[in-house]
């Protein structure tokens, strides 16, 4: 499986961009997808997740309502909605994708990563 990310870039705190990841390969090691973001110094976490239909999701606290993970399984892309973006959401953000159907927040859980986008959010 291979997963490119895009849509990351700068832009100014309260304003919203648009992830996507593009994956191709093996559409059965493609269940569970996920953002995770890593900033400097921190460790990698999950954002969102979502199951292999779309019609369950998790999100971290610290992006509940603002930001929204989809999926669109005929074109094997997962998306991310960032809303009301914050100076300490600037990250790089890495999308992710594994074979099990569920929801899966734990990074050592993925086998497969995308090579990841810069978000920064200026004040």
């Known amino acids: 499986v291979q997963l490119q990310a895009s849509g990351g870039g700068l832009v100014q705190a309260g304003g919203s961009l648009r992830l996507s990841c593009a994956a191709s390969?093996?559409?059965?090691?493609?269940?569970?997808l996920a953002w995770f973001r890593q900033a400097p110094g921190k460790e990698r976490e999950c954002v969102a997740a979502?199951?292999?239909?779309?019609?369950?999701?998790y999100y971290a606290d610290s992006v509940k309502g603002r930001f929204t993970i989809s999926r669109d399984n005929r074109k094997n892309t997962v998306y991310l909605q960032m809303d009301k973006l914050k100076p300490e959401d600037t990250a790089v953000y890495y999308c992710?994708?594994?074979?099990?159907?569920?929801?899966?927040?734990?990074?050592?859980?993925?086998?497969?990563w995308g090579q990841g986008t810069q978000v920064t959010v200026s004040s």
């Open positions: 979502i199951n292999w239909n779309g019609d369950s999701t």
């Open positions: 992710a994708a594994d074979a099990r159907v569920g929801i899966v927040v734990l990074p050592t859980d993925y086998d497969y």
């Open positions: 390969g093996r559409r059965f090691n493609m269940n569970a």
